[in-house]
């Protein structure tokens, strides 16, 4: 009998190559589609296969995961690091780009590739991920730098590894005193929702408290994504005092229309889960045809801003080429007019006159 648990019995049932999935949909071309696959590997959970429908080309769960020969079209502006992850890394597997908190690739193995993922360079190849050398330069690193009080685990997806082996990150970054919070980046409550066991949720509630809390940002794109079992998985993360929150990106043709992200977002919000950033696409190396031009963002995020509830509403943002930063996207409300005039536009698009006090 295995002594496997449910969610690595479905990892090990994942659709990993190109004739695994021609049993759900017909490809033309399956030379081609291997091609796709050297430069991004393929997976596609049990979970996630069976809330696309393989009858509609467009079904945007399908396009966010099966391999597509767009792939192989390279834009001159797209980039092998789009944000910059190794320009700021000042030892292996960490980032270092803003003065408080520090990212480090735990793995860069997924349950699901996303087709669109701007790591896809990394996520991509068979790497091990840090060595017990590499773990313990980080700690020093940590410890050397006591301005960092957070720690954002990510890769790859995190929450692929064991409980014993996320033990000992928890364990190694615990002991920073410095450090309050711990950040897991995550897909796995969408792919792989049998992962959050019971298990899972004591290891956590045994590496955070009332001060030095854990929080999950998990990665949903579509309500489509939002089944039964993904709010279950979220619920006990929420019941744990788990803090999740959600971001993904704008993608072409899966959730580049308002009616969808409103759909999103206020689901998000139902379920507990705090929509928190809408991401402008980086410009990673063949996902040119997942890019939606940032004008169109702002507008359907400005069309979103008086009609969805405030606590469900994220910010659109963008992470700028070359490791220099994230900055909001967004539509100007404001125009001064004279020193303490203003016209202001309100959310249904009428003009407002402020007068500000004089001094
Ligand atoms: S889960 Fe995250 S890191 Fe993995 S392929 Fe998807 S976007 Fe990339």
Redesign the pocket.
Known sequence: MSNLESWQIELQNCVRTVDELEKYLPIENKDRMREVLVNMRLSITPHTLKLIDFTNPNDPILLMCVPQEKELRFSPEELVDPIGDETKSPIPFLTHRYPDRVLIYATFF?S???R?????SK?GEANPGPSIEDRDRIVEYLRSHPEVDEVILT???PLTLLDSQLEDWFTRIRSVESIHRIRIHT?VPVNLPSRITDAFIVLVQKYSDATHPIYIVT?FNHPNEIAPENIIAIAKLVDAGVVVRNQGPLLRGINDDPIILEQLFKRLADIRVVPYYLHQLDLAKGTNHFRVPINRGIEIMRELQGRVTGIALPRFVLDLPEGKGKVPLIHSYTQKQTDSDWEIESPFGEVVNYREPEC
């Open positions: 997924c699901l590739f996303c669109f993922c701007f790591r896809r996520t890769g790859g997806d897909r990665h």
